[in-house]
């Protein structure tokens, strides 16, 4: 599994998820810069965390327009697994490779803490390591999470098995504490809390380590 990492200016959990992708696969993955217009022979492309391009205009609406966001845009249609993580869920709602939007958090703060999340769809490719109805710890970071859409899209997520993960104490706001949604065909994953940041003892704990060992295994 040959994964891409797309870096945008001011992406700052790049390096954490180059890491967890490594130390799942083995291999360092690809380093992509923004300015970029394709992509090298992939199978599997992440959209990390920060702040791109400072959080100017809109939480991701800048990032969604660089060149190599056409690229991703065609493998994502093409079938090509793609997960965007805080930020990059942010971006993946502005493209719309994924429905609704990301706004200000409930409490108009910066979150940052671990929170705990529910496993609600264990038969994705991004969430086969887990068992429906499980629970994770993983960390937020972030001042626009509340996640939200129209009624009938929620209702069309919940009803076509589309939610991901669930907050168990929702710190955001989001819509049916909803923390992390899958496209329609579920090749396409977007989630605000930080898997990569729970990858080993010394970070606090390995439910993010089973996070990408899952996709890797389920990729295989």
Request: charged fraction near 20%; include cysteine; proline fraction near 6%.
């Amino acid at each position: 599994m040959k994964p891409s990492v797309i870096v945008f200016p001011a992406s700052n959990c790049d390096r954490d998820i180059a890491v967890a992708l490594e130390q799942a696969t083995g291999a360092a993955p690809n380093m992509v810069w923004h300015g970029e217009t394709s992509l090298p022979d992939t199978d599997f492309i992440v959209l990390p965390g920060g702040f791109s391009y400072g959080d100017y205009l809109r939480a991701g609406a800048m990032a969604a327009k660089s060149p190599i966001m056409r690229a991703v845009i065609d493998k994502a249609n093409s079938g090509t697994p793609v997960i965007g993580v805080c930020n990059g869920f942010q971006v993946l709602c502005e493209t719309g490779l994924l429905p609704g939007a990301l706004l200000r958090n409930a409490g108009l703060n910066f979150v940052c803490r671990n929170v705990t999340l529910k496993v609600e769809n264990s038969q994705s490719l991004f969430t086969s390591g887990f068992e429906n109805g499980a629970y994770v710890d993983y960390p937020v970071a972030h001042h626009d999470g509340n996640y939200f859409a129209d009624d009938e899209t929620l209702d069309r997520l919940e009803g076509e098995g589309r939610v991901a993960f669930r907050y168990v104490d929702n710190p955001n706001g989001s819509a049916r504490d909803i923390a992390g949604i899958l496209n329609d065909t579920g090749s396409v994953l977007g989630m605000m809390p930080h898997p990569e940041r729970m990858i080993s003892p010394l970070l606090g704990g390995m439910d993010g380590a089973a996070f990408f060992k899952g996709i890797v295994e389920a990729a295989a």
